[in-house]
């Protein structure tokens, strides 16, 4: 049996970042288990390093089989999480969002004391170097590397989108990290000389790993956490071959994101009692593990984009732009849709022929839930994200792809494009965007169909889903919202809130509620998904989160 002082359950985005803060302290014996491969310094995968997400294609780098549903009361699907040493870090989109200061400010007000704006602000500069701007606002002494494509740099079709969302009250805003005002924006990544820089890169170098203090095992999966009467101890780890061990520590952190924290714990005994005495597991503490589910979604819609308005064959991205968009709805927050401009869809030579441009609810109302699986406890746990269910949801997304088709549609835009069509994540792009020969090949001949005169690229699009007339109404929008899917940013399992809330799992320290030793740190604990893509905030809270830990445990 091993023994630490720490353990941390999952080297995603958070992970790695307790794992290089806790550490830092040589007298805490830290092990950091990751079910994925490493990346190791050095040896990092070229797919991994590309600054273009290529990773994304790697199946090797996600959990097989994982599924969840999307829109209320359809059927599961396909929903892609990270195995792999930075989780999404290492395989996402690199978008390195913040959100807006109210949601953090709501995190507050909802019992989240000590993790409003002003509170985790430091924790956002002390990730981050920012290669555009400084001051108050933005840190420079950080290991992720953050920078921007601005306007200058963007293709044509791009800046028309620009020029006429600002004739729709859309100004250009260059910092979208401390200007939090409605807006198109150059997106910032977290890119460094051409290359993805990921949460392990940046935080576990060469000389963290070789602190003396800090162990880490890849290629295990923790199956439960050991507990004895209400007190953590160890976790049970099954390896590659299948064989277990328990590792023991004076504290366990779980920090395996808002789908596999949450399993785990379910697994432990700690969730809803009933529950679990219906699957045959003895219940420890009785806490709302698994509810309060959260995700973004998107309504991407496709259009060839003619050959002089196209993304520069030297940037090597695939989206350079977004807008922040408040719907106005009754009780909706500001800044609550997002629209995302997509002008790379493929590194192979076709990507910079179709354009996407993604709407996107940023801060939804509706909430869904996770949970084990009867037939198989073990098995990955049932996702039901329930999308849409709140009807101002519809009502605010609708919104925002009438808005969308309406940029669309004005002259100087619609002079750049072709036909428009809905598309949805699909496992033959995916394939299609791997790196290999064949791929190339057919890239080259859909770069071709594309160059095409007269209508075959509009006739290219009927593949990829619903081509819409060329007048769209409001009622057309709404109809367009079978078509939404989620985004991979699954939040709220594990709900932080007062040590008093009955619907939170952990208290503002990030402690379990009602049991001694054991916290969660990663997306599952926010208690609202914040209106930003989930990667920096998961970083913000690792980083937040580990100073707390550092003066609790006992050294």
């Not at 496709?302 to 520069?312: D, E, Y």
């Not at 071709?448 to 699009?461: C, E, N, Q, V």
């Not at 367009?480 to 939040?491: A, D, K, Q, R, Y």
């Not at 969660?520 to 926010?526: K, L, Q």
């Amino acid at each position: 049996m091993e023994y630490a002082d720490v353990i941390i359950v999952g080297a995603g985005a958070a992970g790695c970042v307790l794992a290089s803060r806790l550490s830092e302290n040589p007298a805490l014996k830290i092990v950091l288990i990751e079910a994925g491969q490493d990346t190791v310094p050095g040896n990092v995968p070229s797919d991994i390093r590309d600054a273009y997400p290529v990773a994304y294609s790697n199946p090797s780098y996600f959990w097989p089989n994982l599924a969840a549903i999307g829109l209320a009361g359809s059927e599961p699907a396909s929903f892609a999480q990270a195995r792999i040493m930075g989780g999404g870090s290492s395989v996402m989109g690199m978008w390195a969002l913040r959100g807006r200061a109210e949601d953090y400010d709501g995190w507050r007000r909802m019992g989240a004391v000590g993790w409003g704006w002003d509170d985790v602000l430091p924790a956002f500069k002390r990730l981050e170097s920012d290669a555009d701007f400084g001051g108050h606002g933005h840190g420079q002494q950080g290991p992720i590397p953050i920078r921007r494509h601005f306007r200058e740099q963007w293709p044509g079709f791009t800046r028309a989108f620009a020029a006429a969302a600002e004739r729709y009250g859309l100004p250009y805003r260059q910092d979208i990290n401390t200007d939090f005002a409605d807006g198109v924006f150059p997106i910032p990544v977290t890119t460094a000389h051409g290359e993805r820089v990921s949460a392990p890169e940046g935080y576990l170098g060469v000389a963290v790993r070789g602190r003396p203090n800090l162990k880490i095992m890849t290629g295990a999966t923790a199956t439960r956490v050991i507990m004895e009467g209400r007190r953590a101890t160890g976790v049970e780890i099954r390896d590659s071959s299948r064989s277990t061990t328990v590792v023991s520590a004076r504290r366990i952190i779980l920090s395996s994101g808002a789908v596999f924290s949450p399993a785990l714990l379910l697994r432990s005994g700690i969730g809803p009692a009933d529950e679990l005495a219906a699957l045959g597991i003895e219940p420890v503490v009785d806490l709302p593990v698994g509810r309060n589910l959260q995700n973004h979604c998107v309504l991407n819609l496709a259009t060839p984009i003619v050959r002089h308005a196209r993304q520069s064959k030297d940037l090597n991205t695939y989206a350079l732009a977004g807008a922040r968009v408040s719907s106005g709805m009754r009780d909706a927050p500001n800044g609550d849709i997002l629209i995302q401009l997509i002008t790379r869809t493929s590194p192979h030579a076709h990507g910079d022929r179709l354009g996407i441009v993604g709407t996107s609810l940023y801060s939804p109302a509706s909430k869904g839930r996770l949970s084990l699986d009867p037939s198989d406890i073990a098995a990955h746990p049932r996702i039901d994200f329930n999308i849409l269910s709140d009807p101002s949801d519809k009502a605010r997304l609708a919104s925002g792809i009438f808005l969308t088709l309406k940029l669309l549609n004005e002259p100087e835009v619609s002079s750049l494009r072709g036909g428009v069509a809905t598309v949805r994540p699909s496992s033959m792009v995916r394939r299609l965007n791997r790196p290999g020969a064949m791929n190339r090949v057919v890239s080259a001949l859909l770069a071709m169909a594309f160059d095409a005169p007269g209508s075959i690229p509009d006739r290219m699009l009927r593949f990829a889903g619903q081509e819409l007339p060329a007048d769209v109404d409001m009622a057309s929008a709404e109809e367009l919202l079978s078509h939404v899917t989620p985004i991979f940013h699954p939040t709220g399992t594990c709900a932080m809130g007062s040590a008093s809330d009955e619907n939170a799992v952990v208290d503002p320290q990030c402690r379990v509620r009602g049991l001694d030793r054991l916290s969660v740190v990663d997306a599952s604990i926010m208690p609202s998904i914040p209106s930003a893509n989930t990667c920096i905030p998961a970083m913000m809270v690792a980083e937040h989160a580990s100073r707390m830990i550092l003066e609790q445990v006992d050294t």
